[in-house]
Each structure stands twice: as C-alpha cells, then as structure tokens.
C-alpha cells in the first residue's frame, strides 16, 4: 500500500509546533456551542494556549492526534488494576487508547467524546466482534448523556481538567451522578492531584521506566519537533523510535487516581 499523499496544508503544518500550528481562522471548525464552551471570550489571540491547540488539533487533524496516542503506552499496571465489571462509561474517549481494553473487561461500555472526527477513527478502532458492546456518543463531562447510577466503573484517560471547558468541579459531579454506588471513578494519567485530592480521590503510581514508543526514529522526530519542542534537539541526536519521558519533561501514563462512590 502506498502512503497517503499529503494536502498542500499538511505539507506545510507538517513540523510545525503545536503552539504555531494553528491560525484564528481556524476556529472556524467549531460548532456554535463548542465556540460557547472554548471561546467564551470571543476570538482569541495568537498564540492559541495549548488547551484550545488541542481542541483543533482533534478537529483538524485526528490522523495526527492518532498517531500521538500511539506512541504514549499506558503502564501495563494501570489497566490490570483497572476492574472488571458490568457496565463502564468512558469520558473523552478520544481514537480509543483506552477503550479496547476495557471492552475486554465489561459487558456493555457508553464511550464518550466530543469532537466527531475522533468519533469516526474510534468507531473504525472498535474490533468487530466487541461493536454490540459499546455505544459511541457525543457529549461533554458536565452533561453526560447517561443516565443517573448506570456504570459501575466511571473512568477517562488524560481528558479531565479542573478548567470549567475541560471537566472541572461540575465533570467531578457528572462522574459520581452516573457512577453507581459502590462502583468507582477513575481519572487514568491524571492532572492536578491536589484537586483531585481534596474531592476525595486517592492516588497511586506504579514503578517502571517508560518511553514513548513511536514507529521509527523519523516519526520520534517528526513528533517531538510538533508537540515537545524543548526537546526535538536532542530527539534528534539520539535517532531512536524510543523517547524516555525524562527527556520530554512531563510524567508518563503510569499514575490513576480513583474514588469508590459511597452514595
């Protein structure tokens, strides 16, 4: 099979750092409420902050984001720990990361993502035989489309933030209405521990060093000039698919944070 030939517009984004790589213009891809929801002040000015980067990016360019989450492994003890149960909902589940194993672990999983292209690559990702176990909806962490107590376990992978268009106190209060009790609320590579501490989540790490783990050393540059540019240099220097998160800078997807609901 041949490789996709790239649009004039992707040749030109091709390495060109998150923070750059996005125009006002490109705002435009937003629908009416998503506008509300990441815009409440109106147009912003460049350069984009990283948060509303990404929003385009799932938008613009869910090949991309795609091949990002490929390469971040979660820890192998993370999804061990994880629970086998009943029911699961998934928040900002993305191209699906996460959501394949937990479909090996449930009988029925609600997988909820706001941004449609990532919709479509996740409705692709969903293995054949597991396609009757799982119902793909839009929807945001403060207005979940599920009803009250439905999941026993209620969890999201490095989606939440204690940013009111991210998740926040209201996202908090969405998971534990749909999380029935006894069941449990996981935050997967979580941020903001000390939020999350002060609503009653406890923390744990599991031990092991990890890297990203991308294709080939060309990819690891490609990558790492786009969305970790302090680091590209030495990326570079090293030529290999495999980049330690000491050299990124930022903490690998080896923590969870969790809550049992007592309610």
Not at 193 to 216: I, K, V
Not at 243 to 256: C, E, F, I, T
Request: proline share 7%.
């Amino acid at each position: 099979m041949h490789p996709r030939r790239l649009t004039p517009v992707e040749t030109v984004r091709r390495t060109i750092e998150l923070a750059q790589r996005y125009s006002v213009g490109d705002v435009r891809v937003f629908s009416s409420a998503e506008r509300a929801r990441f815009l409440p002040g109106g147009i912003p000015d460049l350069p984009l902050d990283r948060s509303l980067s990404f929003e385009l990016l799932y938008r613009l360019e869910p090949e991309l984001y795609e091949r990002l989450v490929a390469a971040e492994r979660i820890h192998p003890a993370v999804l061990e720990w994880l629970p086998s149960v009943e029911r699961v909902v998934e928040i900002g589940a993305g191209t699906g990361r996460l959501t394949t194993a937990l479909l090996t672990r449930c009988a029925h999983l609600v997988a909820v993502e706001p941004a449609r292209p990532l919709r479509e690559r996740l409705r692709t990702a969903v293995p054949s035989e597991a396609s009757r176990k799982i119902d793909i909806v839009d929807g945001l962490f403060d207005a979940l489309p599920v009803p009250d107590a439905s999941a026993d376990l209620v969890v999201t992978c490095s989606a939440l933030d204690r940013d009111g268009a991210h998740g926040g106190d209201a996202g908090l209060a969405e998971m534990e209405r749909v999380c029935a009790p006894g069941g449990v609320m996981v935050v997967v590579w979580p941020n903001h521990l000390d939020w999350l501490g002060a609503h009653g989540y406890t923390h744990m790490s599991f031990p092991g060093e990890m890297w990203m783990e991308f294709r080939d050393a060309e990819e690891a540059v490609e990558m790492t000039e786009i969305f970790y540019p302090h680091a590209a240099g030495e990326v570079r220097a090293r030529s290999l698919a495999r980049v330690s998160y000491d050299v990124l800078g930022v903490n690998p997807p080896r923590d969870l944070a969790f809550k049992v609901n007592r309610s």
